[in-house]
């Protein structure tokens, strides 16, 4: 992926002008057409850098097929069900949303329809519309005391169970990532989700849609749970069941529910929206001014920071590739992606286990983005498309390469205060050991050989092997180089091990034949890094 090279942004989907407009003030082309049929998206698709899309836009595997120059799917809210995120990574593509954009306007929304259940507001405000004056009919309940179950504890969740705490609710909750401790800090206790069906009078839901979350409230479930409790789902259709639902809502097992969103949507069954004791909305949880404008905002700011190379926020897939960005971490990627590159090409293989090994505090947590980019490396000049770093571990694991990392606090002195970097095939004597000095890759040791002098890793290198016994190489590659006008930048050799030495040349540019070179060498190899 050439980062700093958007050029041309679609958006596919109705956003607030302030989208494009900051768009073309980061110096970006931008077209807007709204309202595509699917042919005329994989037509309009396939020159443009960058793709910003709502929820109506589908974003298929055959539509990142057909765009051949994309590097990034700009989502303007929270989920991305619409983005095959798969696809986009496999074939490089960077996935990004916008996370906080419409989180407060979502969770208004649910709230607005826990006061709605509780008091029948928008079947009382029907009647009157009818004509009619039914004070009895629609006896509601007080929040104050009640017990609201919320199951996600993120942005939405959090902002749900603040806000209900102001009317008295007793919150407690369920989230498998977010801490006891962090949801205690703003009074939600949380408890297994079988102890939470039968403690609540009313639930909401606030995760994404996952295999694990389809059907979290399905009959088993609603079995459990205290009769008459009134759900709430403003997050993604099929979370809950709404077959079981409505047999829910019929047995008097569910006393109310208020639906934001649908399996299908529109819905064309109409059981369920027409069911008396259900509130429903055509999705409309980030559909104010405020979240639209902040969405497209967020979003096109997120674009052009990736275009102008200032850094990525919001990112759904290839997270090492926010760390690309960072003046401290790029020498390091650099180093990384080297490293593979230098291994693949010794060890001749491309397959079986590496071992990436972080060595030294700083770099503590460094093998999140550096594994990566050793695959990267490795996966370098084979059959794969364009390996980047969103896509480097799963086209590996797919060519049969499988990436392990290990860290260790303490890294060998003299050079490893700053942190050293091992790369190892496993099974194998190929290992290679680098650091960054300055802001320059350098290779300190190869295959169980310390160099002298760390040697830089950038341009196009030679690296050869020769035996103590033999005279040296070079004056014969000082011969080859003169012959074709290609000067020696720099030369690094290391120690002998069993009577054998490696040699790093760094070159002005790479030699077209290493004919002359080869007979007095054990092997020789040219890399451009």
């Not at 009769?227 to 097992?253: F, K, P, Y």
């Not at 942190?419 to 290679?432: E, I, K």
């Not at 890759?441 to 310390?450: D, I």
């Amino acid at each position: 992926m050439a980062l700093g090279k958007l050029q041309k942004v679609l958006i596919s989907d109705s956003l607030d002008p302030c989208c494009r407009e900051i768009l073309q003030a980061g110096g970006l082309r931008v077209q807007e057409k709204p309202g595509l049929s699917k042919d005329e998206l994989l037509r309009e698709i396939r020159d443009c850098d960058g793709l910003i899309v709502r929820s109506a836009t589908k974003v298929t595997a055959d539509v990142l097929e057909a765009a051949e120059r994309l590097q990034v799917v700009g989502r303007a809210g929270t989920g991305v069900d619409n983005v095959d995120v798969e696809a986009a990574t496999r074939k490089g593509v960077l996935v990004m949303n916008t996370p906080t954009g419409n989180s407060l306007s979502a969770a208004e929304l649910t709230c607005g329809m826990i006061l709605c259940l509780a008091r029948q507001i928008p079947q009382a405000a029907a009647s009157m519309k009818e004509g009619k004056w039914d004070r009895k009919k629609y006896m509601g309940m007080e929040l104050n005391g009640k017990t609201l179950g919320v199951l996600g504890l993120g942005r939405i969740g959090r902002e749900v169970a603040t806000r209900m705490q102001a009317f008295g609710m007793k919150t407690i909750g369920y989230d498998p990532i977010i801490t006891p401790e962090a949801s205690a800090a703003f009074g939600v206790e949380q408890l297994p989700l079988e102890q939470i069906w039968p403690r609540c009078d009313f639930i909401t839901v606030h995760t994404p849609l996952l295999s694990s979350t389809m059907g979290l409230l399905n009959d088993s479930t609603f079995a459990k749970c205290r009769r008459g409790v009134q759900v709430v789902n403003c997050a993604r259709g099929g979370i809950v069941d709404e077959g079981a639902l409505l047999r829910a809502l019929q047995s008097g097992q569910c006393g109310g529910a208020a639906l934001d969103v649908f399996t299908q949507e529109p819905p064309k069954d109409r059981n369920l929206v027409n069911h008396p004791n259900v509130i429903c909305c055509p999705h409309l949880g980030a559909s104010t001014r405020e979240a639209q404008s902040r969405c497209g905002k967020e979003i096109a700011m997120q674009i052009v920071d990736m275009a102008t190379g200032k850094g990525l926020a919001g990112i759904v897939n290839g997270q090492a590739l926010s760390k690309a960005f960072a003046p401290q971490t790029k020498p390091w990627i650099a180093l990384a992606r080297a490293l593979g590159t230098v291994l693949h090409t010794v060890g001749k293989q491309a397959q079986g286990s590496v071992q990436v090994c972080t060595l030294g505090t700083p770099l503590r947590e460094a093998g999140s983005y550096l594994t990566p980019a050793v695959a990267m490396g490795m996966l370098a000049g084979g059959a794969q498309k364009e390996v980047t770093l969103v896509n480097a571990l799963l086209l590996a694991q797919e060519a049969g390469l499988k990436v392990t990392t290990t860290h260790g606090d303490v890294a060998p002195e003299p050079d490893g205060s700053a942190g050293l970097l091992q790369v190892a095939l496993q099974g194998t004597s190929h290992r290679a050991m680098g650091m960054v000095q300055g802001s320059t890759p350098v290779l300190r040791e190869l295959n169980g050989a310390t160099f002298k002098q760390p040697a830089p890793l950038a341009g196009p290198i030679l690296i050869y092997r020769t035996k103590a016994s033999e005279p040296s190489v070079l004056p014969t590659l000082t011969g080859l180089l003169g012959k074709v006008g290609v000067h020696l930048q720099s030369y690094h050799s290391s120690g002998m091990v069993a009577g054998e030495q490696w040699s790093i040349v760094g070159l002005s540019a790479p030699l077209s034949n290493l004919g002359e070179l080869k007979p007095r060498v054990m092997e020789v190899f040219q890399l451009h890094l």
